[in-house]
Structures are given as structure tokens and as C-alpha cells.
């Protein structure tokens, strides 16, 4: 028994001495190779997941109507050339994937900030680690501090200067922080300065620069906390407001004079860029609402407490262009809606009370809809009830324009805000 194990044994020994005597030889042998033309039309498409989740900043391009940024608060920073018809990842090479803020440099479109980490305080939340910086449209970034802020809220580049920064930076959701506050960069993000401080658990939200002089700055103050067990809405606390700078940023005041102080949250900023004079907030608090000032922010006026209307954001938009092309988009408009009947969804601010409207369905080119939906009268809604006669809210300088319509009475929006 022994002497067969011996030569069992000594037989695996020389299978062993041989193969690894043979190694050299195999490895000198030259690898297989592919031809790269059996695999150099394969492409690669996305097959899913289609779900892209919340998206909290976006920013078109002055000069560039067709180029758009959006930061999703889980997939980085996007951007579009033709409209958003296609998208393309550009942030990708970086560490970080919540974006909370983008500011496209007005006097300059190839200068970019982005700040990371979603500034909208759900239950599931994800930090960011401070701000980027792109001075090739998007092509290459550069980190460029404010590491501790965590969540940003908003940044805004001065009009003529793409230097001149300002960043609202919420800070750490689940406790206090210093890192929090307004801070504002002379250098294009090489150094930074907090100027607005309130406290370790106050942070910040919003800015908007007075579109007729920069040195304005307003900014909003939120003392917000996430809890440690479950809710979906975050924690107020004292100390929220809005605040005003007429030294770009170096003093501030706080106002108060018609805004809500019980409960007071998140507040949006606006200023009417046809009137700078009108300015616009929009506040979370048991008494609050759509406010507006029109003498700079100095007193308020409640005009909405829907709370239909209360949003995280406010923006205003003014239309410039009276051209041939603008009267006859909005003459066809006036006129498929005239057919349909319909009412379309245009927010409408007659004295600074927003109103809504329904949503017309979508039309293909012969005017059938688009939409399933069970046959009914003409003219009636799903109840078999009437619908009112359409409206179609214009801006005052369209009115003129549209008389060519066909001479119908349109109701006029006020200043400074934008239908459609």
C-alpha cells in the first residue's frame, strides 16, 4: 500500500515539473486577437431605469436659446444645445452627484458654478461636498471650496462681472453647523467670505440681485432641521427671514414690514425686471403666502394665500419680443383654442392674485386630440355640463398685435409677468 501511494505520488510530482516546465513556452505564444471590425458598429444605448427623480436647478444661457443646464439631485449636471430635445451628462468625472444650485455668468456663457447637494430638506436627502467651477461650458471642472456647506441652495453671478459669486448655503440638515450662511467670492471661487450669518442652525436659501442695479442683494434665511426619525416635512425653527444689501453684500438689514412672522419657513425671492421696484416672495408660515413690494422691499403686501400657490421657487419672466412671428404664434393660439374650447392653464396675476386654468388637452396638426377619452357633446366637459367661454392672457404690449386676431377682448396681465 505504501510503495503504490509512493509512486502515485511521485507521478503527480512529474505531471507537475512538466507542466510548469511547459508555462514559459505557452506564455511566449502570441494572444488571439479580434478583428476590430466585428465589434466597431456596436453602440451603446440606455435601456433603463427611466425614472430621473427631482431636479432642483436649472439655467438657460443668455445669447443661447437653445442651450440649457439642468442638476438632478442624484445624477449630476446635465446639458442640452437643441432645446432639450437631447441631454448629455458633463459632471460625471467628479465625486459628487446632488446638485442643489447652477449660475450660468451672464457677461460670460462659458463660465459655470454649480453647487452640490439638494437644498430641498425630504426625508431621503443627499449632501454634496461644496462648489464647482467651469470655465469651458461645461467641458472640464474645477473644485473650488465651501466643502462643509453640504446642501446649497441657490447661486447667483453678478451681471457684469463673472468673478462676483454669491452662494446660499443651507448647511447641515440634521444639526448645528457654522458652515452655513451667505457667502459671497470676489475671485471667481479662489477665496470666499460669509457676509450673512445668523447662527449655527440658520441657513440659507435664496438670493436675487436687483436686475437694475447688482449691488442690491436680497437673500432669504431659513432655520430648518431635519429630525432624526421619520417625517416628510422638515422642522421650522426661529430665526427665518429676508434680508437686503444695497453694498453688494458687505451690510445687511432684514425686512419685515408686511411679511409673515408665525412659522415662518422657506421663502422664495423674485424681482419684476421690468419694474426692479416690485419685488416678490413667496413664504411658508401659518399666515403666508404670495407677498409684494413695490418700493424695493421696504413694505409688503399679502395679494395670495392659496396654498395652491406656495412653491419653493418664484420666478419672473419678462417677453421682449413683439415680432410679426410672436403675433402670429399667438393669433393660432387664439384661434385652436376659439375651436376647442378649452380652457388653457395660464397663471394669471391681476393685482398680484394668481388665478388657474386647465390645461388643454394636446392636438395633432388636424386638431384631433391626443387623449383617450369617452365621447361627449360638443363644448362640454366629461358631466355633460358647459364650459365657459376661453380665455387667452396676453401681455399689455400684445394687445395692439393681437387686435389683428380679429378684434376679440383679451385680458391683460400685469406688469412684469409673463403668460405661457
Not at 81 to 110: Q, Y
Not at 137 to 166: M, Y
Not at 340 to 347: E, K, N, Q, T, V
Request: charged share 20%; with cysteine; aromatic share 8%.
Amino acid at each position: 500500500m505504501i510503495s503504490r501511494f509512493l509512486r502515485v505520488a511521485s507521478g503527480a510530482v512529474i505531471a507537475c515539473t512538466l507542466t510548469l516546465a511547459a508555462l514559459p513556452r505557452l506564455a511566449a505564444q502570441p494572444a488571439a486577437t479580434i478583428n476590430p471590425a466585428l465589434y466597431s458598429a456596436l453602440k451603446w444605448r440606455m435601456v433603463g431605469p427611466f425614472r430621473a427623480g427631482r431636479v432642483n436647478a436649472i439655467s438657460g444661457v443668455i445669447g443661447q436659446p437653445n442651450t440649457f443646464y439642468f442638476g438632478s439631485v442624484g445624477g449630476g449636471v446635465w446639458k442640452s444645445t437643441n432645446i432639450g430635445r437631447t441631454w448629455t451628462p458633463i459632471f460625471d468625472a467628479n465625486n459628487v452627484a446632488s446638485i442643489g444650485a447652477i449660475a450660468v455668468a451672464p457677461s460670460n456663457p462659458d463660465v459655470l458654478y454649480v453647487g452640490t447637494g439638494e437644498a430641498d430638506m425630504r426625508d431621503s436627502i443627499a449632501f454634496g461636498d461644496g462648489m464647482y467651477k467651469s470655465t469651458d461650458a461645461g467641458k472640464t471642472w474645477k473644485h473650488i471650496g465651501l466643502e462643509s456647506t453640504r446642501q446649497i441652495g441657490k447661486v447667483i453671478v453678478h451681471p457684469r462681472d463673472p468673478n462676483i459669486v454669491f452662494v446660499a448655503a443651507l448647511g447641515h440638515v440634521y444639526g448645528p453647523h457654522p458652515d452655513r450662511g451667505v457667502y459671497r467670492s470676489r475671485d471667481g471661487g479662489a477665496t470666499w467670505q460669509k457676509v450673512l450669518f445668523k447662527g449655527d442652525s440658520i441657513g440659507a436659501i435664496d438670493l436675487a440681485f436687483d436686475p437694475s442695479n447688482p449691488q442690491t442683494v436680497f437673500a432669504a434665511m431659513w432655520a430648518v432641521r431635519r429630525p432624526p426619525w421619520f417625517i416628510y416635512t422638515p422642522a421650522n425653527g426661529p430665526g427665518s427671514g429676508l434680508f437686503k444689501s444695497v453694498d453688494g453684500g458687505t451690510t445687511w438689514s432684514q425686512l419685515t414690514n408686511g411679511l409673515p412672522t408665525a412659522g415662518l419657513g422657506r421663502m422664495g425671492i423674485a424681482i419684476a425686471p421690468a419694474n426692479p421696484r416690485r419685488v416678490y416672495v413667496i413664504a411658508d408660515a401659518k399666515e403666508g403666502g404670495l407677498f409684494r413690494s413695490d418700493d424695493g422691499g421696504a413694505t409688503f403686501t399679502r395679494t395670495s394665500g392659496d396654498p395652491a400657490h406656495l412653491g419653493p421657487r418664484l420666478v419672473l419672466h419678462q417677453d421682449r419680443r413683439r415680432s410679426e412671428e410672436r403675433r402670429r404664434r399667438l393669433c393660432a393660439q387664439h384661434r385652436r383654442l376659439q375651436i376647442h374650447r378649452r380652457r388653457p392653464h395660464l397663471g394669471r396675476a391681476d393685482q398680484g392674485v394668481a388665478r388657474r386654468r386647465r390645461l388643454p388637452p394636446v392636438m395633432d396638426r388636424a386638431g384631433r386630440s391626443l387623449a383617450p377619452r369617452a365621447r361627449r357633446r360638443p363644448g362640454s366637459d366629461r358631466l355633460g355640463r358647459r364650459r365657459p367661454e376661453l380665455e387667452l392672457l396676453v401681455q399689455p404690449a400684445d394687445r395692439a398685435a393681437l387686435s389683428r386676431c380679429g378684434g376679440l377682448p383679451f385680458p391683460v396681465l400685469a406688469d412684469g409677468l409673463a403668460a405661457g
